[in-house]
């Protein structure tokens, strides 16, 4: 079960000079590990990849495979496009110490799902680490069926998806319902982490997990264990948690509340992206600090 438990898709922390602040993310490394969870993600959307250049995507890669090799938790690298090419050369790249490949459904081009089908099995063949579908139609326009999910499945290096549609829909009671062997299903939709525990996901890929990473994780174990009373009420209140932290868009919240931490030197995002209001982080903060029943 590669993918089990809560893996935390790193914010990319920028200076008061606009350049990646490695120290910070060294130390939010660290202290997410510390809390317990099971690994890291770099490059994810909430790492702001499409604003970072190649020189910065790497020392971002390097940071993390540096403090995941020496913590042996799973280091996760997004990996975005919507041509194979381009993905084929970043999957080929990965230095060593990556253990996964987080691969974004091909976005803006919506090439349906026999291309989807055909974009992941070419990218199986040239990968050398196990490969994660990003799924997420109203980031990418593309839908990806139960079905198509369960061929890609099927194919060795293809190891599980990460699943963000904005709830809980028929096609992820479907699939959770007969996985191909070795395929795990992980949740990239915060507010859903509980329920999709719940239909037997193995685990999350959370931004809202850099707050309260402990009680996350232990909603994954309360799951895994079939502590039913302990994992609901710790899903209630980490479903506020992250809607809170989504209440603008992601992951300008979370940035913003992690600086008021002093956990980031500041609350910085690139344009597009623009700093979350003053009022949202403050909610957020308060939802962090009292969560409710
Ligand atoms: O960075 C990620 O990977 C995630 N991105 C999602 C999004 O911003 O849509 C949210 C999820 O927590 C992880």
């Known amino acids: 079960m590669m993918l089990r438990g809560i893996h935390v898709p790193l914010v990319t922390p920028f200076t008061a000079a606009g350049e990646v602040a490695v120290d910070a993310i060294e130390k939010l490394a660290h202290q997410m590990l510390d809390e317990g969870a099971a690994g890291l993600v770099a490059l ?47 999957l080929r790249s990965l230095p060593e110490g990556v253990g996964a490949a987080l691969v974004t459904v091909p976005y803006f081009l919506r090439p349906g799902e026999r291309g989807v089908v055909a974009y992941f099995e070419a990218l199986a063949e040239e990968t050398p680490v196990p490969l994660v579908i990003y ?23 293809v190891a599980g998806v990460k699943y963000a549609v904005g709830g809980i829909d028929l096609d992820a009671v479907d699939l959770l319902g007969d996985l191909p062997d070795g395929f795990e299903v992980v949740c990239g939709e915060d507010a859903f982490i509980s329920p999709l525990l719940a239909l037997g996901a193995s685990g999350g890929i959370l931004a809202a997990a850099h707050l309260r990473t402990r009680d996350f994780v232990e909603l994954a174990e309360a799951w895994q264990a079939g502590d039913v009373a302990r994992a609901q009420a710790l899903g209630r209140r980490l479903a506020r948690l992250s809607a809170a932290l989504f209440a603008e868009p992601n992951p300008s919240v979370i940035k913003g509340v992690l600086h008021a931490q002093g956990l980031i030197p500041t609350p910085d995002v690139r344009l597009p992206l623009v700093p979350a209001g003053a009022e949202a982080v403050s909610q957020a903060r308060l939802v962090a600090v009292h969560p409710g029943q």
Do not use: F
């Open 44 to 90: 994810g959307t909430t790492g702001e990849v499409a604003a970072l250049d190649a020189e910065e995507r790497a020392r971002v890669i390097e940071v993390c495979a540096r403090v995941c090799g020496q913590r042996q938790a799973l280091l996760t690298v997004g990996v975005t496009g919507n041509d194979v090419r381009s993905a084929a050369q970043a």
């Open 135 to 157: 799924h997420i139609p109203y980031r990418t326009g593309q839908a990806v069926s139960a079905a198509t999910l369960r061929r890609l499945g099927a194919h060795p290096m």
